[in-house]
């Protein structure tokens, strides 16, 4: 499976990436008196792939949808391929691409007809069939869109995203509900799109396995605040969750948690005066750093 | 956001949309039943309009004519609008380049095309099983053409202007049907208006319906049927004059109130409207 490029293919992103594909400065946003979005900058670079990480209600979906063109902002600067989202218009939808938290529209269509219809509105659309083909579509092309499975019905979601030929897509909880089977297809199908096609992608998620798995870059939002921005790495590093290291001493099995694990077991070393018996060191995983943030930001 | 290119896919569109209607049967027997109502409605008829000697059948496929287009525009119209507005359509066509104009030409052609097929139905089926039939003169078929025409605008836009401003999709039909029914009552589609009380008959004089009727009685009863009417004439000029003024309101109101309830959509609120549908289905 190779997804087909629209265009002849670009050179591959040199190690200056020019303008971020989409900059955003101090973004606000209030619904009433409710504010959602207290002041977020944020860049994601050209090709590379961002998760935009966070509970639910942490406002990724309104962040995303300002991006989208889909809302207003309340205030802040967003530029989004050099344009504001606001008073963008066809030239800009044309080369950027949806998929939106659930879609259940053109239920009556059929698969085919529809992928095939929707490549009519753009200027440099890619061939339906490949399309087809490379989301694993190609069986279900003369189904009825309502008769889909969860998962097929998402890839096909996506097909309609990418049918453009957009330089950025934009997917919003994109595996929700989907089993782990769908869940690892989706995700080798959007490494796909960014790897072989160097397209920009920035996806919300609540789920940070799959934040890990498919990202560049994790910003963690957080009650409307960006609290953390990083490679997994580096978030890792960022906000150490303690390591916990446990031994046995007297006969009794001991534990400790430390921020610097190498350090207690150097002053184990000294106390005991040799090897520390059933030494166990555990580093924090990614999991336990995000969940750490997030108990640091309730506190 | 008007291009030839989107008017190219929006009558492409329209096909599809058509295709879709002619293979689902509960879809084509609905549109094909309102003419066959109004054509067995106009069979039962056997006497004359009061004081004329023309069939009252004639009558009853006229005010049918008018109907079809009421239902078509102002029922089938706005429910459409508000299902594909809950169900996500709009709002992916939002996020396509020129897809909210093919979407309208889309629609535009599925009215045109149901009102002009059903029509004829109720036109033919008129002529062969009651005492109705065509136009008698290359006048009336040009009164027909052109009532038919303006009145199909005004009504079209009107319900568009009512789809964008409906709740939801479930309790569309009551908000549209009630009112709907009201207007066939006061409009004088069935029986002769002039046998209904003077202030009914000024509340119907305000909406398009009964203009419409009066103009395809117009063109396809003859003179001596004016004795039931309010004015004992056929007011062309009057009836030019209400379906214009609707058309400029529509025109007026149509485009933003579909625009504004649009932008109120986002994937999120769908989600959310969604998650309380599902619940109701429990």
């Known amino acids: 499976m190779v997804i087909p490029a629209a265009a002849p293919p670009v050179a591959a992103p040199s190690s200056d990436p020019g303008p971020p594909a989409i900059s955003i400065r101090n973004l606000r946003m209030r619904y009433g008196s409710r504010d959602v979005l207290h002041g977020v900058d944020l860049d994601v670079r050209r090709g590379e792939v961002l998760a935009l990480l966070g509970p639910n209600g942490a406002g990724k979906s309104t962040t995303i949808e300002i991006l989208e063109g889909f809302r207003r902002r309340s205030s802040g600067d967003v530029s989004v391929l050099g344009t504001d989202p606001e008073d963008a218009g066809d030239a800009w939808r044309a080369r950027v691409g949806i998929v939106m938290q659930s879609w259940r529209d053109h239920a009556r269509w059929r698969v085919q007809e529809l992928v095939e219809h929707f490549s009519r509105y753009y200027p440099d659309p890619r061939d339906p069939q490949e399309l087809l083909d490379a989301v694993g579509l190609s069986e279900q092309a003369g189904q009825e869109c309502q008769q889909l499975s969860g998962g097929q019905r998402r890839r096909l979601d996506v097909a309609l995203g990418i049918i453009g030929g957009p330089e950025l897509l934009f997917l919003d909880e994109p595996t929700t509900g989907f089993d782990p089977e769908a869940r690892r297809d989706f995700h080798t199908l959007v490494e796909r799109l960014s790897t072989v096609e160097g397209m920009t992608v920035l996806l919300t998620t609540h789920d940070l396995a799959e934040a890990e798995r498919l990202a560049d870059r994790i910003a963690v939002l957080v009650g409307g605040r960006l609290i953390a921005l990083g490679s997994p790495g580096q978030l890792a590093a960022e906000i150490q969750a303690d390591a916990e290291v446990r031994w046995s001493e007297a006969d009794e099995r001991r534990h400790q948690r430390t921020k610097d694990p190498s350090r207690l077991v150097w002053d184990l070393h000294t106390r005991l005066g040799g090897p520390i018996p059933d030494l166990e060191v555990r580093r924090p995983t990614l999991e336990d750093t995000y969940l750490g943030m997030l108990r640091q930001e309730e506190a | ?282």
């Not at chain 2, 689902?24 to 549109?31: I, K, V, W």
């Not at chain 2, 066959?36 to 004329?52: C, D, E, R, V, Y």
């Open chain 2, 1 to 282: 956001m008007i291009s030839r290119q989107a008017l190219v896919v929006g009558l492409h569109r329209g096909r599809i949309e058509l295709r879709q209607t002619m293979r689902t049967p509960r879809e084509y027997l609905g549109h094909l039943g309102n003419p066959a109502m109004f054509l067995f409605a106009a069979s039962l008829q056997t006497g004359n309009i009061s004081g004329s000697s023309v069939a009252s059948s004639r009558m009853v496929i006229a005010g049918g004519v008018a109907s079809l287009l009421l239902l078509v525009a102002m029922v089938w119209l706005p429910q459409q609008l508000a299902t594909e507005r809950e169900d996500g359509t709009l709002l992916r066509l939002r996020g396509t380049p020129g897809g909210m104009f093919a979407y309208l030409v889309a629609k535009t052609l599925m009215v045109i095309t149901i009102a002009v097929l059903s029509t004829v139905l109720l036109l033919v089926g008129g002529a062969v099983l009651t005492d109705s039939g065509f136009p008698r003169s290359p006048g009336q078929w040009c009164t027909l053409l052109w009532v038919i025409t303006l009145g199909l605008v005004a009504l079209a836009l009107t319900g568009a202007a009512i789809g964008a401003v409906l709740p939801n999709p479930r309790q569309a039909l009551a908000w549209v049907m009630i009112p709907m029914f009201g207007l066939l009552f006061v409009s004088g589609i069935f029986f002769p208006v002039t046998s209904m009380p003077q202030w009914l008959q000024i509340i119907g004089q305000v909406f398009p319906l009964k203009w419409i009727a009066q103009g395809i009685r117009s063109a396809l009863l003859p003179d001596s049927a004016l004795v039931a009417e309010t004015a004992q004439s056929w007011q062309h000029w009057e009836t030019f004059g209400v379906l214009g003024a609707w058309t400029l309101l529509g025109l007026l109101l149509a485009p933003r109130l579909l625009l504004n309830s649009s932008r109120r959509e986002s994937g999120s609120r769908l989600m959310a409207r969604r998650e309380v549908v599902g619940q109701r289905s429990y």
